[in-house]
T-cell receptor
Framework: DTAVSQTPKYLVTQMGNDKSIKCEQNLGHDTMYWYKQDSKKFLKIMFSYNNKELIINETVPNRFSPKSPDKAHLNLHINSLELGDSAVYFC???????????FGSGTRLTVV | AQSVTQPDIHITVSEGASLELRCNYSYGATPYLFWYVQSPGQGLQLLLKYFSGDTLVQGIKGFEAEFKRSQSSFNLRKPSVHWSDAAEYFCAVGGGTASKLTFGTGTRLQVTL
């Protein structure tokens, strides 16, 4: 059973397109996150949702829009993709009890 | 603002040798500290975490880390490195419940046979 699953694993698309990445967790965690890992391996938080409510929104272009239909899902939609959006995007979740963060296996987005 | 510094970008050790990866953090309250490992093309796997209590924490794969509040450090150690330990290691700090993790820039570990 995969705890935090992301789809797709790889995504290659042209500039200007709109794409979505889906994330689901079956851990019963209350908070979900999106992190971006750039080409230098630096990991930075983008968004965080707690029980479907947005609680963290870092300085991210408004072309990026997270959506949480329920506590177990957090999707990331990206409009008008740019070359600089190429990165690996990680979904993660954590319980309100503070037990730690579980990461998905990542989605490698390549914009050409 | 919270931050993490991993001073070593790249470390090379021989198989069987001991390992210590350094991590210094800045956090305004009691920190929650983590070490993650990332193999090439893979996701992030949690090695160990510190929330409170005993300052020496044991993790998976034979790793341990020691929390030193006076030095704001959380260094990762392993007494004998295996070739399969070659990977990128990330230290992270957070505030616990529903708070963000701030990562260091990572240390790439290379293991020579």
């Amino acid at each position: 059973d995969t705890a935090v699953s992301q789809t797709p694993k790889y995504l290659v698309t042209q500039m200007g397109n709109d794409k979505s990445i889906k994330c689901e967790q079956n851990l019963g965690h209350d908070t979900m996150y999106w992190y971006k890992q750039d080409s230098k391996k630096f990991l930075k938080i983008m968004f965080s949702y707690n029980n479907k409510e947005l609680i963290i929104n870092e300085t991210v272009p408004n072309r990026f829009s997270p959506k949480s239909p329920d506590k177990a899902h957090l999707n990331l939609h990206i409009n008008s993709l740019e070359l600089g959006d190429s990165a690996v995007y990680f979904c993660a979740s954590s319980p309100d009890s503070g037990g730690g963060y579980t990461f998905g296996s990542g989605t490698r987005l390549t914009v050409v | 603002a919270q931050s993490v510094t991993q001073p070593d970008i790249h470390i090379t050790v021989s198989e069987g040798a001991s390992l210590e990866l350094r991590c210094n953090y800045s956090y305004g309250a009691t920190p929650y500290l983590f070490w993650y490992v990332q193999s090439p093309g893979q996701g992030l796997q949690l090695l160990l975490k510190y929330f409170s209590g005993d300052t020496l924490v044991q993790g998976i794969k034979g790793f341990e880390a020691e929390f030193k509040r006076s030095q704001s450090s959380f260094n990762l150690r392993k007494p004998s490195v295996h070739w399969s330990d070659a990977a990128e290691y990330f230290c992270a700090v957070g505030g616990g419940t529903a708070s963000k993790l701030t990562f260091g820039t990572g240390t790439r570990l290379q293991v020579t046979l």
